[in-house]
């Protein structure tokens, strides 16, 4: 536990939680350093297979702390850069986090906390939350967060929202892409991530990891000779890997494959 962050285990969830609600958990360089180290120390605990993010208050995240941003903005360039670069290597880390990610958005979500959003693998968000793509308005861009960003809600969309810095309802993040569900309130919110999560736990871990690799490799790219084969490359060691006999296996003879828990239902269909 730290002044700003808290991390909870649940069997084999775990909670990554923003727990600065008295500035509407936006985050300063402390806060990034803290929720960069979180996330690769719980990537490194083998007892947790999803994580969540989630927050505490009333807003999901408003993004950079302003005061942080003012002393910032009167550092050396040096260190202007060197702060951006602490706040892409979280963004980073999320995104290529090898688990699966659940981002909780129970509240606002601007700026940076829109990135946080967009580096999940998975958003639910409540019917009231909003969320702001602000930068410009401070005479700023969306820089570290972009590449999630745009490929979250596309070019199209970020021509729009990061040039106006309107704040969006979560139909509209819905709408977009940046979200997958919305829930009514946050009773329905934390039951539509424990459907979600229980669904993670059922799939392959090791297939996960691959899944993730594989969007990221294809993501954007033409449809190359070199493309096909470097898919077929990958399915063909996922299949006769340890995990992927092992998924077929327990499939034909109708069990449970052994990575799920016992209180996952088991697929009954491909």
């Not at 199209?156 to 819905?174: C, I, K, N, Q, V």
Request: hydrophobic residues 45%; charged residues 25%.
């Amino acid at each position: 536990m730290t002044t700003s962050l808290a991390i909870e285990r649940r069997g084999p969830i775990g909670r990554v939680i923003l727990d600065r609600p008295e500035r509407h958990n936006a985050f300063d360089d402390a806060l990034i350093a803290e929720l960069t180290d979180a996330l690769r120390t719980i990537e490194a605990d083998d007892g947790v297979r999803v994580v969540e993010l989630a927050s505490v208050g009333r807003s999901f995240s408003a993004g950079a702390d302003l005061e942080w941003m003012r002393r910032v903005a009167g550092a050396p360039r040096e260190a202007n850069r060197d702060d951006a670069m602490a706040l892409a290597a979280l963004m980073r880390t999320l995104a290529e986090l090898r688990k699966p990610t659940i981002a909780r958005v129970q509240g606002a979500a601007y700026g940076g906390g829109v990135g946080l959003v967009a580096c999940c693998d998975i958003a639910v968000a409540t019917v009231g939350a909003k969320f702001a793509l602000s930068e410009a308005k401070l005479g700023l861009i969306p820089a570290v967060i972009s590449p999630y960003v745009v490929a979250a809600i596309g070019p199209r969309a970020s021509r729009r929202y990061f040039l106006t810095g309107e704040t969006f309802d979560a139909a509209e993040a819905w709408r977009m892409g940046l979200v997958h569900e919305l829930a009514k309130d946050e009773a329905d919110l934390d039951e539509r991530i424990a459907r979600l999560a229980a669904a993670l736990l059922a799939c392959g871990p090791v297939a996960q990891v691959e899944c993730k690799a594989l969007i990221r490799a294809v993501a954007g790219r033409p449809v190359t000779l070199e493309l096909v084969q470097d898919t077929a490359e990958r399915i063909a060691k996922v299949r006769s890997s340890p995990e992927g006999m092992e998924g077929v296996t327990a499939f034909l003879e109708k069990r449970r494959a052994s990575w799920v828990p016992a209180d996952t239902k088991p697929k009954t269909s491909a």
